[in-house]
């Protein structure tokens, strides 16, 4: 199967600052990408979608210039938390898929902890 | 609107026990489910995908069926294991890979020895 990385593995920043998540697909092109989060013992909920080269489409309730999403290119995604605050720890999870795999492929999850 | 959900939330048995987790959804206009395992803090490990012109899709112990015209899909896993402990989530997709999956609640397992 193919292999999705996230970078890094978990986070800890101070409240105001800025983070920055990134997803890889080792070993596959990703037309597209999605993120999720998942809060403790909460299953996961799609923050949005990327398609490369294109503008990111978020889920209702999700601010787009709070999470920034780029997906600039068939390897790498990246999804930005702005101004993190304590309620935005958890975990986020992207996952990938491409034209040659019928199902998405996630990565290992971040651990982001805003104190 | 699709909602996914699992029962039970939660499920705790001794070693060697079969298995039957439950996965019902709202919208049976699927083109696939997933069922997944996760493992406390980590990422999600693909366990079966079955497609939705699909009955059922076997690996080693575990076998996924699924009805989509009830919305409905079980995960049996024969002769459980301490280290089956894990969440399980089922997802379910409208459309080709390309579409949003959407995740049920999950049952969190545990096998005790």
């Known amino acids: 199967g193919a292999v999705v990385s996230q970078h890094p593995s978990w986070v800890i920043c101070k409240s105001g600052t800025s983070v920055k998540i990134e997803c890889r697909s080792l070993d596959f092109q990703a037309t597209t990408m999605f993120w999720y989060r998942q809060f403790p013992k909460q299953s996961l909920m799609l923050m949005a979608t990327?398609?490369?080269?294109?503008?990111?489409?978020?889920e209702q309730g999700v601010e787009k210039d709070k999470f920034l999403i780029n997906h600039a290119s068939l390897t790498l995604s990246t999804l930005t938390v702005t101004s993190a605050h304590p309620e935005d720890s958890s975990f986020y999870i992207c996952s990938a898929s491409g034209t040659i795999y019928n199902e998405q492929f996630f990565g290992p999850g971040t651990r982001l902890t805003v104190l | 609107k699709q909602e996914v959900t699992q029962i039970p939330a939660a499920l705790s048995v001794p070693e060697g026990e079969n298995l039957v987790l439950n996965c019902s959804f709202t919208d049976s206009a699927i083109y696939n489910l997933q069922w997944f395992r996760q493992d406390p803090g980590k990422g999600l490990t693909s366990l079966l995908l079955i497609q939705s012109s699909q009955r059922e899709q076997t690996s080693g112990r575990l076998n996924a069926s699924l009805d989509k015209s009830s919305g409905r899909s079980t995960l049996y896993i024969a002769a459980s294991q301490p280290g089956d402990s894990a969440t399980y989530l089922c997802?379910?997709?409208?459309?080709?890979?390309?579409?949003?999956?959407?995740f049920g609640t999950g049952t969190r397992l545990q096998v005790f020895p």
């Open positions: 990327s398609n490369e080269g294109s503008k990111a489409t978020y």
């Open positions: 997802a379910v997709s409208r459309s080709y890979n390309t579409d949003k999956l959407i």
